[in-house]
Nanobody
């Protein structure tokens, strides 16, 4: 069983910064893509950023230049740095990880979500 535990959400003023963390634990052979989605009230869940095991990164246009994704493979942890936050960044942020098992089967896993609120 694979578990993803997120931390680092909170409430900030517009222009503020946060850093989200997500630690992956459990039984798996490796972790491929790790990423972050978000879902605002009344909106669909959207991909914010992801990073491959080789370090290639993707960012949604709405967060380019403001958010930074990174990973520590030794710790099986992915991070999301958020800066210059805007009220429209308010959402529940979900961590995701695609793991590989010993038979090279792939599985997608989700964290429980962490709330980010940007408000004055």
């Amino acid at each position: 069983q694979v578990q993803l535990v997120e931390s680092g959400g909170g409430s900030v003023l517009p222009g503020g910064s946060l850093r989200l963390s997500c630690a992956v634990s459990g039984s798996f052979f490796g972790i491929n893509v790790m990423g972050w989605y978000r879902q605002a009230p009344g909106k669909e869940r959207e991909l914010v950023a992801n990073i491959t095991s080789g370090g290639s990164r993707y960012y949604a246009d709405s967060v380019k230049g403001r958010f930074a994704i990174s990973r520590d493979n030794a710790k099986n942890t992915v991070y999301l740095g958020l800066k210059s936050l805007k009220p429209e960044d308010t959402a529940v942020y979900y961590c995701t990880a695609e793991t590989t098992d010993s038979n090279l089967g792939r599985s997608d896993h989700w964290g429980q979500g962490t709330q980010v609120t940007v408000s004055s």
